[in-house]
């Protein structure tokens, strides 16, 4: 029995528990974040290394055999996305020692905390379908509370659309998993997979696809249904906005992956065709939406949106590079946005502003902080030899072998237009001087009880540069688990290979 | 808050007693009836509450004895600490183990994970339950 598939699940649970036991200790509970997330990495990347031998690794919960019980699944895919989890848990863990503050801590911040990395993970692992709509609950009650910890105005405002949209997701995405059940019987991801293969009305499987497609589509802040997203990122804490940033939407872009590769691959020429839409036309959107806006936050936010356009082009073009492409995005985007917003996080506690027009000056006094700027906002934009580069080079020649000419073009333009935004903040908040008549607060961050602070975002900035120059192993797992995608029966078949016998 | 009805103060007294023995019924009844960790949780909070309504948040803070957000924790750490026997045995997590028992006078009684699990649901019920009311019952005051 291969226990490092359940791991990165419990060990969230378990260290969220007795966080909750040891509510009266500020110590327990940020020596249990840092220990528990540090804990959560290591077996995550255990478990990477064993599904790169393995190929699947599967366990079935309570020994309940599939298709009956819940069963636990570990593709590349899953594996490479649990190792990010962890990577950005472990980040924000140490970042919050110096960065969240006591008032949030009395509020349960850490709890909530390990109980978002659970409900993520869970719902990357888990192989039945009805189990991933539980874990995303998980997901929206840890995230709704730590999006209202502080209870200011703006958040409580943010709260209220980012929950009625969630919400509405929850709901069609139960829809269609009535609707799939109906039609199958089975609720077991590979099962549905197995058996959607032999029905003949493919009309209904490809309205259920929509339904799913809604559904995890406003999750993943994808156009239209993006809205959500720049409305309550830019108003929590910075390290729950940099934990959002990193993890959440990439869970919807996780479950895209999942269903239009295991479930819906019979009609492809349709419901891809419309993902290519869906994708262009939420690149496109975000960046615009980042252009025209002056708050460092709601910058990053609309960015979120445009580099989710990437990933899911990867999935729409369908073929084996372009998946490759849409995974390798994904690992590069997850570390890099994480790491922008965390220096949002100690930009602000120089200046005591995310407005760009009240900062300036950052770059004279601590150059330091600019180059570790530079880094992932150049990778964001995709300039070699940074990680960003490579992502983006791979879907575009997916997209070129494709003949989806149009598309690249967007892309193309996108990438340009990221590159103006990024520039806009470097210009304004760390070359241009302080502007005059605003008082100038810089507080040293560089040493003192800030320095935790700067051990994640240095940590982040050497991975985004460490991706650019030596991406071939990062590459083969993108590879592999594209190769897995693209040829659902090794899934199944992992799943359900005695059953079916 | 406190309603000073002698009725109801009274009966508070003596169904406190009552309700929680029989949330402790249900919370044993659960494994293969109608009963179980929640419903068995949530007639526990009830008892306080109703305990709450008839005297004061001191007095039922009182009662209680230790602070809600405690149980929450308790409770939490036992459920997961219930899947985890199975793994030690080389199974998969959650699966359940069974211990039995021959006990003189009761005859033979069955322990097993799945009783754990149902132990630490019944007081996450109860504390998270109680740290709502008894917060709001402190912010009306």
Known sequence: ???????????????????????????????????????????????????????????????????????????????????????????????????????????????????????????????????????????????????????????????????????????????????????????????????????????????????????????????????????????????????????????????????????????????????????????LTGVLGAAAHYEFRRILSFHIISQIGYMIMGLALYTPLALVGGVFYIMHHIIVKANLFLISGITFVMKGTHELKYMGGIYRTNPMLGVLFLIPALSLAGLPPLSGFFAKFIIIRAGIEAEAYWVVAVALVVGLLTLYSMIKIWAEVFWKAQPEGVEDEIRDVSSGPMIWMWVPVIMLALMTVAIGLYGEPIYQMAAMSAEQLLDPSQYIEAVLGEARQ | MSMHSLILRTAGHFLLPLLLLFSVFLLLRGHDEPGG??????????????????????????????????????????????????AFLGQAFFTAQWWEFTVPVFGEIKLSTVLIFDIGVYLVVIGSVLTIMLNLAEAED
């Open chain 1, 1 to 283: 029995m291969n226990m490092s598939v359940a791991l990165p699940v419990i060990i969230p649970l378990l260290a969220g528990a007795l966080s909750v036991m040891f509510w009266r200790s500020h110590f327990a509970q940020r020596a249990l974040g840092v220990l528990g997330t540090g804990a959560m990495l290591a077996t995550s990347v255990w478990l990477l290394l064993e599904t790169w031998e393995h190929g699947h690794i599967v366990m079935e919960m309570g020994t309940w055999p599939a298709p009956f019980g819940i069963v636990l699944v570990s593709d590349m895919l899953a594996a490479i996305m649990v190792v990010l989890t962890g990577i950005i848990g472990f980040a924000t863990a140490v970042y919050s020692l110096s960065g969240i503050g006591k008032m949030s801590e009395k509020f349960g911040y850490y709890p909530l905390l390990h109980l978002l990395l659970a409900g993520v993970n869970g719902a990357m692992l888990t192989g039945d379908i009805f189990n991933l709509y539980v874990w995303f609950e998980v997901m929206l009650v840890a995230s709704f509370a730590l999006l209202i910890l502080g209870g200011e105005r703006a958040q409580m405002e943010g709260a209220i659309k980012y929950v009625t949209l969630n919400l509405l997701s929850s709901m069609i995405f139960l829809t269609a998993i009535g609707l799939t059940y109906g039609l199958t019987g089975t609720l077991n991801m590979a099962d549905i997979g197995d058996k959607l293969s032999t029905v003949e009305d493919t009309g209904l499987i490809t309205v259920i696809a929509m339904l799913y497609l809604v559904a995890f589509g406003v999750k993943a802040a994808a156009f239209p249904f993006f809205f959500w997203l720049p409305a309550s990122y830019h108003t929590p804490k910075v390290a729950v906005s940099a934990l959002f940033a990193g993890l959440l939407t990439k869970v919807g872009v996780y479950a895209l992956f999942r269903v239009f590769t295991l479930i819906f691959n019979q009609d492809v020429d349709y419901t891809h065709e419309i993902l290519l839409w869906v994708a262009a036309a939420t690149m």
């Open chain 2, 37 to 86: 960790g929640f419903i068995g949780g949530l007639v526990a909070a009830a008892a306080i509450v109703l305990y709450l309504f008839s005297m004061d948040i001191r007095s039922a803070r009182k009662v209680l004895r230790v602070d809600p957000r405690d149980l929450l924790g308790a409770g939490m750490v036992l459920a997961v600490v219930s899947a985890l026997p199975a």
